[in-house]
């Protein structure tokens, strides 16, 4: 019988310092000065497609702040708020997109910060035209992919957070043959780490391509 390893080693969560900012170092700069008093800019957007870090960076701002920041299947709460983050305004309904637009000229008006995401540019959202307008009015940054080169590093971070030594091999066949979004190939390093343990062999380009077989 194979054996299994129950893995309770908590991710760190997300924070400034743990995320690899590549080519999107001037959006990371705004987002930490993006703090009371640091900016005279209360609405700041990030947007760009999957796995660029949009949610990551919104839950560490709003982390560091102690700002609200609402699940999916949550109502924006009513202004004013001292600081709001929204992820993925794209799939917000009729109610929420009126009073995001409240919201926004709440933090204006009385000094609030919202930081917002989404998977394009405001103006192509499909959003309300007034609610689009007023995000573009705000800092707008798009975060762009990381190079390989860059996800080479994540990866490596990744694997010594956990106490795991990743071959350059393992690595580059990483790259090469796996689902190359970032949150993808970082769940491909931890799921390999426990894969190891369970079958009592080092991480290997073998090992590796025996887990990818399987269902997971």
Request: glycine share 8%.
């Given at each position: 019988?194979?054996?299994?390893?129950?893995?309770?080693?908590?991710?760190?969560?997300?924070?400034?310092?743990?995320?690899?900012?590549?080519?999107?170092?001037?959006?990371?700069?705004?987002?930490?000065?993006?703090?009371?008093?640091?900016?005279?800019?209360?609405?700041?957007?990030?947007?760009?497609?999957?796995?660029?870090?949009?949610?990551?960076?919104?839950?560490?701002?709003?982390?560091?702040?102690?700002?609200?920041?609402?699940?999916?299947?949550?109502?924006?709460?009513?202004?004013?708020?001292?600081?709001?983050?929204?992820?993925?305004?794209?799939?917000?309904?009729?109610?929420?997109?009126?009073?995001?637009?409240?919201?926004?000229?709440?933090?204006?008006?009385?000094?609030?910060?919202?930081?917002?995401?989404?998977?394009?540019?405001?103006a192509r959202l499909g959003l309300r035209p007034d609610l689009a307008t007023r995000l573009a009015q705000g800092l707008v940054f798009r975060l762009l992919p990381l190079s390989d080169a860059d996800k080479?590093?994540?990866?490596?971070i990744r694997a010594e957070g956990r106490g795991l030594r990743l071959p350059e091999e393992v690595i580059r066949y990483l790259l090469a043959h796996s689902r190359r979004g970032l949150p993808r190939l970082?769940?491909?390093?931890?799921?390999?780490?426990?894969?190891?343990?369970?079958?009592?062999?080092?991480?290997?380009?073998?090992?590796?391509?025996?887990?990818?077989?399987?269902?997971?």
């Amino acid at each position: 019988m194979r054996q299994l390893i129950l893995d309770l080693r908590p991710d760190s969560p997300p924070d400034f310092s743990n995320y690899l900012p590549g080519p999107n170092a001037e959006a990371l700069a705004a987002l930490r000065g993006h703090i009371p008093g640091g900016t005279r800019e209360p609405l700041l957007t990030l947007w760009g497609e999957a796995g660029v870090g949009k949610s990551h960076l919104l839950r560490a701002w709003a982390r560091a702040l102690g700002a609200v920041l609402p699940t999916a299947r949550e109502s924006l709460p009513e202004p004013p708020v001292p600081a709001l983050a929204v992820d993925d305004v794209d799939s917000l309904d009729a109610d929420n997109q009126i009073r995001l637009f409240s919201l926004i000229n709440s933090a204006r008006e009385q000094g609030g910060l919202l930081l917002a995401s989404g998977t394009l540019p405001p103006a192509r959202l499909g959003l309300r035209p007034d609610l689009a307008t007023r995000l573009a009015q705000g800092l707008v940054f798009r975060l762009l992919p990381l190079s390989d080169a860059d996800k080479a590093t994540a990866l490596v971070i990744r694997a010594e957070g956990r106490g795991l030594r990743l071959p350059e091999e393992v690595i580059r066949y990483l790259l090469a043959h796996s689902r190359r979004g970032l949150p993808r190939l970082l769940a491909t390093v931890d799921a390999l780490d426990t894969f190891s343990l369970s079958r009592k062999r080092p991480v290997s380009v073998p090992l590796l391509k025996e887990m990818l077989r399987l269902p997971w």
